[in-house]
């Protein structure tokens, strides 16, 4: 079964730590996404990737950094520079490059809370 | 900046009943898509409706765009408790500074049995 891979579901993290977050797909995209989900929000875009190599920020980059080694995975880094860390983090990708036509795929997401 | 804006924030109907979700937003679009989420789970992709299309149907599910108002609505029929959960509408649009989709803040659905 194709699909997208999170890990972990929860984590917990301490002041002026950083944590990786981990995000795999089988679905052979190109496009792959990082977004934020507060309590009651919407989705805001973090970063995205629409090939190898490359990564652009989005709405709200500041305090992550993600890497684009593989295709099938795109690891979001928080940083200890990221104040207000805890949230539902949630990847995504889409065919082709770019979502702008393409339905986005999710994870399950991580729930990062600080300790 | 957020574009797509739901209304109602929540919405709670009888099983059987239709729910009629509403988006609105700001700038001209090149497709709008609705999304559902379960508590806790990521979120899943219903329907994808382009700017030149004005009505598209997909099982229970009918989605309609009016440009000019800059506005669509999700109708769900025969609504069932398994339609409990929250829906996003999302719109895709060219010239803006990232390759994504703006969503909005969601409508919560609940199907009382």
């Known amino acids: 079964d194709g699909g997208i891979t999170q890990s972990p579901k929860y984590l917990f993290r301490k002041e002026g730590q950083n944590v990786t977050l981990s995000c795999e797909q089988n679905?052979?995209?190109?496009?792959m996404y990082w977004y934020r989900q507060d309590p009651g929000q919407g989705l805001r875009l973090i970063y995205y990737?629409?090939?190898?190599?490359?990564?652009q920020k989005g709405d709200i980059a500041e305090g992550y950094s993600v890497s684009r080694e593989k295709k099938e995975s795109f690891p979001l880094t928080v940083t200890s520079a990221q104040k207000n860390p805890t949230a539902f983090y949630l990847c995504?990708?889409?065919?082709?490059?770019?979502?702008?036509?393409?339905?986005?795929?999710f994870g399950d997401g991580t729930r990062l809370s600080i300790l | 900046s957020q574009q797509g804006e739901e209304d109602p924030q929540a919405l709670s109907i009888q099983e059987g009943e239709n729910a009629t979700m509403n988006c609105s937003y700001k700038?001209?679009?090149?497709?709008l898509q609705w999304y559902r989420q379960n508590s806790g789970r990521g979120l899943v992709h219903l329907i994808l409706?382009?700017?030149?299309?004005r009505e598209k149907h997909s099982g229970r599910l009918r989605v309609t765009l009016d440009t000019s108002k800059k506005s669509s609505s999700l109708l769900i029929t025969a609504s069932r408790a398994a339609d409990t959960a929250s829906y996003f509408c999302?719109?895709?649009?060219?010239?803006?500074?990232?390759?994504?989709?703006?969503f909005g803040k969601g409508t919560h659905l609940i199907i009382q049995p």
């Open positions: 999302a719109t895709g649009y060219s010239g803006g500074g990232a390759d994504g989709l703006t």
């Open positions: 679905l052979n995209h190109d496009a």
């Open positions: 990737s629409q090939i190898v190599n490359d990564f």
């Open positions: 700038t001209s679009i090149n497709n």
């Open positions: 995504a990708s889409s065919m082709g490059q770019g979502g702008l036509f393409q339905p986005q795929h």
């Open positions: 409706i382009r700017s030149n299309e």
